[in-house]
């Protein structure tokens, strides 16, 4: 059985620019993973930081995902080239429920850097299309050049994914445009906090149920294990519990 909590030394392929503060990293090896699961990226002497992953879970000549500078160890990810070498750990944690959402109207919600969990669902799914029924993503941002994978809408349109995107405004604004069975109806989200406003503007006027709400959970997680206590929300460890929560899970948690 592989070893997650052993570090792989593996080289980076391919960095693309995708915002002025994100970059997208290619890493030339494939690892098995479910949408939503995360791992540990770094290089020793720097540390590491968490990342959920931007690629298709059926890719297996290489994994991405994106960074954005915000630390030590995000900042010290955005000197590197193409051909330099990094540490992986994992995968860790839990992914979306993948069987629980077949058959239903899906609604995916994200906002800024929180889009590669959710980039990874919709390449399962449009792989898997048959198995869903109306999918919708909805992705917002502070600015036009905050939103990420633009060159990637067109391909998931074509793959049955209604792509909506806002700018400088809110998720709530698109919800006009969005038509579910609210009995059979799940959302699937991540972005900054809980998105709060997206669940209570956005989700319940559609009629989606707390049970029906998956949210991932962004924290700094350090160690994957629950043992070093960064990751604690409520009574819950992000790493060992999450990071994709029931809503009503993580609803009242403190951060």
Not at 73 to 85: I, P
Not at 120 to 149: A, H, M, P
Not at 158 to 166: S, Y
């Amino acid at each position: 059985m592989e070893n997650i909590y052993l570090a792989k030394t593996v080289k980076i392929i391919k960095i693309e620019e995708q915002s002025p503060t994100v970059k997208l990293f290619r890493l030339a090896q494939g690892f098995s993973f479910n949408p939503g699961q995360f791992f540990l990226l770094g290089k020793i002497g720097f540390g590491e930081a968490p990342f959920g992953v931007l690629s298709s879970p059926y890719e297996n000549d290489y994994i991405e995902f994106a960074v954005r500078a915000t630390g030590t160890v995000t900042n010290f990810l955005h000197t590197l080239k193409e051909g330099d070498e990094i540490e992986i750990r994992g995968p860790f944690g839990n992914g979306f429920p993948l069987d629980f959402i077949e058959n239903k109207d899906i609604v995916m919600v994200s906002g800024g850097s929180g889009i590669p969990p959710i980039a990874s669902l919709t390449e399962y799914i449009i792989k898997n299309r048959e198995k869903f029924k109306n999918v919708y993503l909805l992705y917002g941002s502070k600015t036009e050049e905050e939103i990420l994978l633009k060159y990637r809408f067109e391909k998931w349109k074509e793959g049955g994914i209604k792509v909506m995107t806002i700018a400088g405004g809110f998720v709530t604004d698109l919800i006009k445009d969005i038509d579910v069975d609210e009995q059979n109806a799940v959302c699937l989200m991540c972005g900054p906090g809980p998105m709060t406003e997206a669940i209570e503007k956005v989700i319940r006027p559609l009629g989606i149920s707390d049970r029906r709400i998956f949210v991932s959970l962004e924290r700094r997680m350090q160690c994957g294990t629950g043992k070093c206590q960064h990751c604690t929300t409520g009574d819950k460890y992000v790493c060992l519990d999450g990071p994709v929560f029931y809503y009503d899970e993580i609803d009242k948690n403190h951060d």
